[in-house]
């Protein structure tokens, strides 16, 4: 692989790194995100990509969605850059090739390539983290479709309306995709935090429900039940779709083992391939993920 400048750019900061491997990484530190001025915005990506290395390809992962057909992002956190062809933009502006893809799907490219993944012939990359999102690479090839929703399986009216043991009925919440009923809704830990006051009249942070969960307690154990319901059907049909060998969970909830432990065990008694093997894990990249996965399209494309 060639030296590459990586981003991971979110609605808050954008943080840089020199890659000359997936395994070789230097920090170059992060600056705040221009969120509404796009000269501003490729000024500050212009800025550390120089002083890091004035030739080297840039590789970005980035909240937002880009088209692969027409190259255009679709970016509601960071509105200077939504609706650009940013990779031609910025490559217009830099005068160096430019890579661009989202933030989920570089986190998939890094656990196959890097991670839980390594080795395996189909990865799904699920993210749980604000919400849900998820990213599909086969054979080590990231694979991305028509507007470049692949992989995006928190969207569709598709969650189910009672849940938990005994069955609660769950409630069909807007999301901001502008459908109703979406996994994102009540998955990921904006989700868990719903479902957690629509069950109980009590509002916490994830952090503290999956807490008092590991805990002992019986209210956020009865939220944790129903979350892993929702969240595990849509998931194992995934499974079952692409056939994933693994699945490799990013994201903030990732950091409790034992609920992703929990959410392997519920996927696997709903997926049609019987396996005593652990499939739902942790992902292992858990240091910049998205700076991994950005250095590895570069290197692809190289």
Same mark, same amino acid.
């Given at each position: 692989m060639t030296t590459i400048v990586c981003f991971d750019i979110g609605g808050s900061a954008i943080k840089g790194a020199l890659a000359t491997s997936p395994e070789a990484i230097r920090p170059l530190g992060r600056v705040p995100t221009p969120l509404d001025d796009f000269s501003a915005f490729a000024e500050a990506l212009r800025g550390v990509a120089d002083a890091a290395d004035a030739a080297a390809p840039i590789s970005i992962s980035i909240t937002g969605v880009v088209d692969p057909r027409t190259g255009r992002i679709k970016c509601a956190n960071i509105p200077c850059i939504d609706g650009r062809t940013l990779a031609k933009d910025?490559? /217009? +502006?830099?005068?160096?090739? $430019?890579?661009?893809?989202?933030?989920?799907?570089?986190?998939?490219?890094?656990?196959?390539?890097?991670?839980?993944?390594?080795?395996?012939?189909?990865?799904?990359? /699920? +993210?749980?983290?604000?919400? $849900?999102?998820?990213?599909?690479?086969v054979d080590s090839r990231l694979v991305n479709g028509a507007g470049g929703f692949a992989g995006e399986w928190g969207h569709g009216p598709v969650a189910a309306t009672h849940a938990g043991t005994p069955p609660v009925a769950i409630p069909s919440y807007p999301c901001g995709c502008g459908q109703i009923g979406c996994v994102d809704t009540v998955g990921g830990a904006r989700g868990m935090e719903r479902l957690h006051l629509h069950l109980h009249g009590e509002s916490l942070p994830s952090t503290a429900i999956v807490a008092a969960w590991e805990a002992g307690d019986a209210s956020a154990a009865r939220t944790i039940d129903c979350f892993l319901d929702l969240v595990a059907g849509p998931l194992a049909l995934v499974v079952n779709v692409v056939g994933a060998d693994i699945v490799p969970v990013g994201g903030g909830l990732s950091g409790s083992r034992r609920l992703i432990a929990e959410l392997d065990t519920a996927v696997r008694r709903r997926i049609l391939r019987q396996t005593d093997a652990p499939l739902v894990v942790p992902g292992l990249c858990t240091v910049e993920p998205g700076l991994i996965g950005a250095a590895i399209l570069a290197g692809a494309a190289a």
């Open positions: 910025l490559a /217009a +502006i830099m005068d160096r090739p $430019v890579h661009v893809a989202n933030d989920a799907d570089c986190f998939a490219l890094a656990e196959a390539m890097a991670g839980a993944g390594k080795g395996e012939s189909i990865v799904f990359g /699920a +993210i749980l983290g604000t919400g $849900v999102g998820g990213g599909l690479v």
